[in-house]
């Protein structure tokens, strides 16, 4: 399985802050790689497919770069409803695997 | 509304069985592939499977930790969507997320809320 891994674990910043947030694959999986913003309760919702296309309805302020084996998601000016944990997705091979999760909390 | 709703969870023993389901509101459901993911308590997202559509025969595809134990169906005429958990363990436990599968690509674009999923004694 392709093993992705998400840094960091835990993020601390402030409303307005631009934040990036990092995922590496094991192996090149191109551009098939999408981004989730999660909150306790909550269906997780998808940001970015593709590595950089945001989904629609979804704020611009959120944006995804990379190819092969290193994306980042960057949040441009962070909101109070931004605080909630982001998870990137590898869909390159029908065994789909996540990272390991970043959680963005407010400092 | 576009949407999905899981059902079935609950409290089972060890060795024990569990059916959940997802129904699937707003969209074809017959034309997408259907995926299960869970989340353990204080963990990540962790896929479960996938189940695909008629025209490709209804196939599915299963993460290691459920091969063998989990069954993924699908019931197009009622637009949902089933996981057949056998030989439950404890580390079964978690939420348990249904997930649509984008058409023309593998991300999931849809997701219900969940259904809780505990196995203890």
């Known amino acids: 399985d392709i093993q992705m891994t998400q840094s960091p674990s835990t993020l601390s910043a402030s409303v307005g802050d631009r934040v990036t947030i990092t995922c590496r694959a094991s192996?090149?999986?191109?551009?098939?790689l999408a981004w989730y913003q999660h909150k306790p309760g909550k269906a997780p919702k998808l940001l970015i497919y593709?590595?950089?296309t945001l989904e629609s309805g979804v704020p611009s302020r959120f944006s995804g770069s990379g190819s092969g084996t290193e994306f980042t998601l960057t949040i441009g000016s962070l909101q109070p409803d931004d605080f909630a944990t982001y998870y990137c997705?590898?869909?390159?091979?029908?065994?789909?695997?996540f990272g390991q999760g970043t959680r963005l909390e407010i400092k | 509304e576009v949407q999905l709703v899981e059902s079935g969870g609950g409290l089972v023993q060890p060795g024990g069985s569990l059916r959940l389901s997802c129904a699937a509101f707003g969209f074809t459901f017959s034309d997408h592939y259907m995926d299960w993911v869970r989340q353990a308590p204080g963990k990540g997202l962790e896929w479960v499977g996938r189940i695909r559509k008629k025209s490709n025969s209804y196939t599915t595809e299963y993460a290691a930790s459920a091969k063998g134990r989990f069954t993924i169906a699908r019931d197009d005429s009622e637009s949902s969507l089933h996981l057949l958990m056998n030989s439950l363990k404890t580390e079964d436990t978690a939420v348990y997320y249904c997930?649509?599968?984008?058409?023309?690509?593998?991300?999931?674009?849809?997701w219900g809320q969940g259904t809780l999923v505990t196995v203890s004694s």
């Open positions: 997930a649509k599968v984008n058409l023309v690509s593998g991300y999931f674009d849809l």
């Open positions: 192996q090149s999986i191109s551009a098939w």
């Open positions: 593709k590595a950089s």
């Open positions: 997705q590898q869909y390159n091979s029908y065994s789909i695997t």
